[in-house]
């Protein structure tokens, strides 16, 4: 390369002129360090004769010495950010200096450092693959070196040593965000975040993580303030910005929060990178070095980056929060509830309790007054247990209607919780009262598992609702045995149904006076496969439970059509077919276009048919039960009251319904021999004629209780004295041949 003075702007002596430097930077630069390894004295002075002074692109030149290769070995381990060394090829022996350079780059491990041979004599000169192996930038004799030559030589290489370590400085950068990103992406929660932007913008100004501050203003109305601050900084954590003062760093930050723009130079950093539509966020830094060309343009991908990370975490914490939280209520969800036991019980907290707190007859809130007023329920009872319980107990919304607490054992103990609801909620400006059921559990190391124990107080509050609403049960392990029973129960039912193990059994009603069949009794059966009988009483409420009782119901309902029907056919049919209803089958939708299914599947009239219902399903409520009956009269379908007297009927309430017959419970009929069971029996009978229904005793084993029936006025009877509930084919064989009834009495 060749140079004159006049292009040669990239060279200045600072004694050219005598004038002040107009454009001198105002910070003091950092040299050019420049490596004379030579054995010949004169060489070092000429060297540094001839660049003494020379300012190059704005920069000085500060020169280093080696009078050996064994010298130059040590200055080149022991300094840094050499940008040329200016090498004499033959020193002690004639391959020294190739030596050297095969030492700068492979042992003093100096990449970017530029190489410029010299020597004295020609016939030295390198091989050109060894030019190229080890990045020497130029060869030449030393007669060669003129000033200017030196000169131009010189400002080559710091150039392209400048250019080499910009380009070093830019790649570094670049993979210095590059990681940081893959953590930030993984980071949740604004505080982590803020930390590990502070961390990863001091690492790309080499500098400590200390001084730094990290401000965010999370909406446009609220104040902006510290979220994180490092150093020096740190007592300003938490604070707004408004009540630091009026420090210069404030007001570049809260500049930055409001006008959402990142601001770098000298030694001051600020970089806004809040998401865009989101809250705005800003960390400050003040470097110790002034900023680097390269250091800006790595401010402004950082910057960039930063705001596609904290979009990302915007975007991960909304999801996040609508993973945890009941969108209605604003509290904590079921998941949310689960992790905080698991938290509790991971510290080892003593003394703490969970309760599962249902609110009675929700779902019938919901129907009559909708779902628009329920919610209102739910959010009045959320304040009014957030305000009282305070910030100490989790309130959590488990399930639709059911909320979970997690406190101390004292506050949330059920005559507390049960307190708080005895005032009625307000909604709309009206009063309305509440009663809610509560599952308790003591937490204990028996299992560190919030799953766990949120199954274990489901337990405690099947059990109380099966006592009585409005009352609560602690879950124990008898509790969870009875459940596990009660589960594989279930589970063996279920399957014993899809093997078609379950059969019916039909035990005749007959008329006390005259003997005659009136009716059957469909009664559902079920064997296991080690033929064993499990008893109703002991399945059915479990499938009831389970909403299982659903579809047996309706099986039992076809079944009994279709045998019915049978009957008639052979002509040996009584007039009725009595099925048992369940509350859980009443209720659920269309049951009555069910039933009015079984019945043209089986084609079979409706008078043929009889349901019967237990005083729980009559109480349902005037509303739904009244149609209902009526529109299964309409269709011929008769309707009996089971086990009647065992219930809390009202009488009043009864009389309003279509019914057809009472079944005097076989309790009653069994204590015909004392007075009190005759006098229950009596009034049952009585209460039958009053109401213009017909009356029919179960149970009846003695004739001694026939007899006392008639004469009471029981008009119709089913016992084991008639017959016993027999399977199709054993029916069919009584039908044939009924025994002989004691109606001489
Ligand atoms: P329930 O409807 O009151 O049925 C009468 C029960 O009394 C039957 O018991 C029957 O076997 C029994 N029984 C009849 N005569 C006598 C007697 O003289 N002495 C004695 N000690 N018991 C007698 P089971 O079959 O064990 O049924 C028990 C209960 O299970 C039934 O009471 C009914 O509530 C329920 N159940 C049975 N089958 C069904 C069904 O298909 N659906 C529904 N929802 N419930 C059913
Ligand atoms: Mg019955
Ligand atoms: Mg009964």
């Not at 104040?223 to 490092?230: D, H, N």
């Not at 049960?418 to 599952?439: C, D, E, F, Y």
Request: hydrophobic share 45%; aromatic share 6%.
């Amino acid at each position: 390369m060749t140079t004159t003075q006049d292009d040669a702007d990239w060279v200045r002596f600072t004694d050219d002129t005598g004038l002040p430097e107009p454009q001198a930077p105002l910070l003091p630069q950092s040299p050019w360090r420049v490596l004379v390894i030579d054995d010949d004295d004169d060489v070092h002075r000429a060297t540094v004769f001839a660049l003494d002074g020379v300012l190059l692109f704005d920069r000085p030149i500060a020169f280093l010495h080696a009078h050996s290769a064994a010298q130059a070995r040590e200055v080149l381990l022991r300094e840094d950010d050499v940008a040329l060394v200016l090498l004499d090829v033959v020193m002690e022996t004639p391959h020294a200096g190739l030596e050297l350079v095969a030492f700068i780059r492979q042992t003093a491990r100096k990449a970017a450092t530029r190489v410029v041979l010299r020597t004295g004599q020609p016939g030295y000169a390198p091989e050109h693959d060894t030019m190229v192996r080890y990045d020497i930038n130029d060869y030449t004799t030393k007669s060669e070196l003129t000033h200017h030559k030196l000169l131009a030589t010189v400002a080559a290489a710091v150039r392209s040593y400048d250019q080499i370590c910009t380009i070093d400085a830019h790649r570094d950068g670049l993979a210095l965000i590059a990681r940081g990103t893959s953590t930030l992406l993984e980071t949740t929660g604004l505080l982590p975040f803020a930390h590990g932007v502070i961390a990863q913008l001091a690492a790309l100004l080499h500098m400590r993580p200390d001084d730094l501050v990290c401000a965010v203003q999370e909406a446009d109305a609220s104040p902006p303030r510290v979220l994180v601050a490092t150093g020096a900084y740190a007592v300003c954590a938490g604070q707004t910005l408004a009540q630091l003062g009026h420090a210069p760093w404030h007001r570049l930050l809260a500049d930055a929060l409001q006008g959402r723009v990142s601001h770098h130079s000298g030694h001051e950093v600020v970089l806004e990178f809040g998401p865009p539509g989101g809250m705005a966020m800003a960390v400050y830094a003040r470097t110790p070095k002034p900023l680097r060309d390269v250091d800006h343009s790595l401010l402004d991908v950082l910057s960039s980056n930063l705001r596609v990370c904290a979009r990302h975490m915007a975007l991960l914490n909304k999801l996040h929060a609508d993973a945890y939280t009941d969108s209605l209520l604003k509290v904590p969800n079921r998941l949310s509830f689960m992790e905080d036991i698991s938290a509790v019980l991971h510290r080892g907290q003593r003394d703490m309790a969970i309760a599962l707190l249902d609110i009675d007859d929700f779902a019938a809130v919901n129907d009559l007054m909708g779902h628009a007023y329920g919610d209102q329920v739910l959010l009045a009872l959320t304040h009014r247990l957030g305000e009282h319980l305070g910030p100490e107990v989790v309130l959590a919304r488990v399930s639709s209607n059911a909320f979970g607490l997690l406190g101390q054992r004292h506050q949330v103990a059920p005559g507390r919780v049960q307190a708080l609801l005895q005032a009625p909620l307000l909604i709309h400006g009206k009063p309305h009262r509440v009663s809610v059921t509560l599952g308790m559990a003591d937490l204990d190391s028996s299992s560190s598992s919030g799953e766990d124990w949120l199954k274990n107080v489901s337990i405690a509050l099947k059990q109380a609702k099966r006592n009585s609403r409005g009352s609560f049960e602690y879950f124990s392990a008898h509790l969870a045995n009875e459940a596990r029973s009660r589960a594989q129960l279930l589970a063996a039912l279920h399957a014993a149904f899809d093997a078609d193990r379950l059969y019916l059994a039909f035990q005749p009603q007959v008329d006390l006076a005259s003997g005659a069949l009136v009716g059957l009794e469909a009664l559902m059966r079920w064997r296991t496969e080690d033929g064993r009988l499990v008893a109703p009483d002991q399945f059915i409420p479990v499938a009831e439970q389970s909403g299982l009782i659903v579809s047996l119901g309706d099986w039992v309902l076809q079944t009994a059509c279709v045998v019915m029907r049978r009957l008639l056919e052979r002509g040996t049919a009584p007039q009725r077919m009595a099925v048992n209803v369940s509350v859980v089958q009443f209720q659920s939708a269309g049951f009555l276009e069910r039933v009015t299914q079984a019945l043209s599947v089986a084609g079979l009239q409706g008078r043929h048919l009889e349901l019967e219902i237990t005083e729980s399903v009559a109480m349902l409520g005037s509303g739904v039960v009244k149609p209902l009956l009526g529109q299964l009269r309409a269709m011929g379908v008769s309707v009996a009251i089971d086990d009647f007297g065992t219930g809390y009927s009202s009488l009043s309430y009864l009389e309003q319904l279509p019914l057809d017959r009472i079944k005097i419970d076989r309790a009653f009929v069994r204590q015909l021999e004392h007075s009190g069971g005759l006098r229950i029996a009596a009034m049952i009978a009585e209460l039958g004629h009053t109401l213009g229904v017909r009356v029919l005793a179960e149970g009846i084993e003695h004739e001694a209780s026939w007899a006392a029936l008639r004469h009471m006025g029981v008009h119709e009877g089913q016992g084991f004295l008639i017959g016993k509930p027999m399977a199709e084919p054993e029916l069919l064989h009584w039908l044939a041949a009924p025994p002989a009834l004691p109606l001489a009495n």
